[in-house]
């Protein structure tokens, strides 16, 4: 049984591919460093001499949100998490295109 006034309205599949997604990753030096994706991941503050790319994995699978493909890499030595953003490659996305437009108004 369904509370009285929550989810009412159904959002479609394209209110929910461009929705904001949280940052699952929370720096902090009070706990070791902890992989629980897709819920969270723990990570040091700051990264290390350790922390190159040959040094990262990827967790969990590629995202897209407005056109933007990220996913999160970990240190394997460390524990130091990053979300990491693809180069945006041609698209046919609203947002990347205003981002590509503001960028070459401000190189201007």
Do not use: L
């Amino acid at each position: 049984m369904r509370r009285i006034g929550s989810n009412i309205r159904k959002q479609n599949q394209d209110a929910k591919s461009n929705r904001p997604t949280k940052n699952i990753i929370v720096y902090t030096t009070k706990e070791k460093p902890k992989n629980n994706y897709p819920r969270k991941i723990v990570s040091p503050p700051e990264p290390s001499k350790c922390c190159t790319e040959e040094n990262r994995f990827i967790v969990g699978s590629q995202r897209e949100v407005d056109g933007f493909k990220f996913c999160y890499k970990i240190c394997k030595k460390c524990g130091h998490a990053v979300k990491f953003f693809f180069p945006a490659t041609e698209t046919t996305s609203e947002a990347v295109t205003q981002y590509r437009q503001w960028k070459r108004y401000m190189a201007q």
